[in-house]
Nanobody
Framework: QVQLVESGGGSVQAGESLTLSCAVT????????MGWFRQAPGKEREAVAV???????TYVDSVKGRFTIFKDVTKANLYLKMNGLQPEDTAIYYC??????????????????WGQGTQVTVSS
């Protein structure tokens, strides 16, 4: 059974940093595209960043230069380092895994597995 479990969320002040983790079990992430998504209160879920299976990455414009996506294959963990957090970054953050050897980009419908989310709250 494939499971993705996010952790590392919390409440911070504007300008501070957090690093989210996503622990994956039951699915090797070595050649898998993985992404981070978020859903703010009253809004639809949106893509944040993707790390493709070939280690290329893409970020939504609003987080470019502030967020970094990376993974540790040996630990089967995906990470999202978030610097310079702003109140508009407040959301539930989800990690997701795509099929093997497939580019998925920021297209939510192409991902196969999802975590339950972790809350990030940024106060001004």
């Amino acid at each position: 059974q494939v499971q993705l479990v996010e952790s590392g969320g919390g409440s911070v002040q504007a300008g501070e940093s957090l690093t989210l983790s996503c622990a994956v079990t039951g699915y090797g992430i070595g050649r898998v595209s993985m992404g981070w998504f978020r859903q703010a209160p009253g809004k639809e879920r949106e893509a944040v960043a993707v790390l493709e299976w070939d280690d290329s990455d893409t970020y939504v414009d609003s987080v470019k230069g502030r967020f970094t996506i990376f993974k540790d294959v040996t630990k089967a963990n995906l990470y999202l380092k978030m610097n310079g957090l702003q109140p508009e970054d407040t959301a539930i953050y989800y990690c997701a895994a795509g099929p093997r050897l497939a580019y998925v980009g920021l297209l939510e419908g192409l991902y196969k597995y999802w975590g339950q989310g972790t809350q990030v709250t940024v106060s001004s």
